[in-house]
């Protein structure tokens, strides 16, 4: 967010060598104060505060900004206004980039929870996930059954007179 304190904040930080990347609208560490993953900007006035916490931000120094669950027209108008690039998810196409999150984009969740939920903005490439949890069941198998790692999975060895050296010690 680009509050006064955390504009405050990313300012020292930046001033103390560490590259920061700013980040308004959605901030999943705030779903809990904010009531859940819910839009923001979508008033006049929320927009205007979005755009205020981005410029506060690029003051403080930052290097890039995430605009995150914005409506389009307001990301674009972040974008128009600021100097810095600006990153968009679910923002629409007028910001500077775009990022997803790889786990929703991949389907790489398979917990019930994470298949019934998807973010609206998001576009799903691929559903991966049933094939990493068969994966990783199937290395757990052979883990606990002792088949895993065999001696085809244990290819560094010492030579026989090191062995021997070894086994003095």
Known sequence: GGSIARANTARKVVEGGVAVMGHVGLTPQAISV???FRAQGRTAARAREL????LR????GVF????ECVPSNVAEAITDTLEV???GIGAGGGTSG???VYHDMLGMLSHPHHEQFMPKFCKRYADVGHAITRGLEEYKRDVE???FPSDEYAPY???EKEENLFGNL
């Open 85 to 87: 690039p600006t990153i």
């Open 57 to 60: 931000l690029q003051d403080a």
């Open 145 to 147: 059954s002792g088949t």
């Open 34 to 36: 904010i009531g859940g």
């Open 51 to 54: 755009l205020d916490e981005a």
């Open 98 to 100: 775009q990022v997803l």
């Open 64 to 67: 890039c900004i995430v605009l």
């Open 157 to 159: 060895v010492m030579t």
